[in-house]
């Protein structure tokens, strides 16, 4: 099997999928920064710039996303996301097992008696 195929057929972390996502949401503004604030106004989670960096540097090993390194202004060059052919299949896959998985689980019952 090769590793494309095997990464496309295990399901994304739940963290993976949030952070894949958010790069989608922020478009062609999806930067570090970016992908954090946009995690956290969303999940309403606080994180940490590194661990969003971290997932997304392993993305980019499994060849999930990509980046590239666009000139700012005041110094440096800032690193954008975008998610490849590869992730959006990684993506819709863990999806469809997601939707699967839920199927026919019914909470009303639980979350009354809690």
């Given at each position: 099997?090769?590793?494309?195929?095997?990464?496309?057929?295990?399901?994304?972390?739940?963290?993976?999928?949030?952070?894949?996502?958010?790069?989608?949401?922020?478009?062609?503004?999806?930067?570090?920064?970016?992908?954090?604030?946009?995690?956290?106004?969303?999940t309403g989670r606080r994180l940490?710039?590194?661990?969003?960096?971290?997932?997304?540097?392993?993305?980019?090993?499994?060849?999930?996303?990509?980046?590239?390194?666009?000139?700012?202004?005041?110094?440096?060059?800032?690193?954008?996301?975008?998610?490849?052919?590869?992730?959006?299949?990684?993506?819709?896959?863990?999806?469809?097992?997601?939707?699967?998985?839920?199927?026919?689980?019914?909470?009303?019952?639980?979350?009354?008696?809690?």
């Open positions: 099997m090769k590793h494309r195929e095997a990464v496309e057929s295990v399901p994304l972390g739940t963290f993976e999928e949030q952070v894949m996502l958010a790069v989608l949401r922020t478009d062609r503004q999806a930067y570090g920064m970016a992908i954090r604030r946009e995690l956290e106004q969303v940490t710039i590194g661990s969003v960096y971290v997932t997304l540097d392993r993305l980019e090993s499994k060849g999930l996303v990509t980046s590239t390194r666009t000139p700012r202004e005041e110094s440096g060059s800032r690193r954008l996301f975008a998610v490849t052919p590869a992730g959006a299949q990684a993506l819709a896959h863990t999806r469809a097992m997601r939707d699967r998985l839920w199927r026919g689980i019914e909470l009303r019952s639980l979350l009354r008696d809690a």
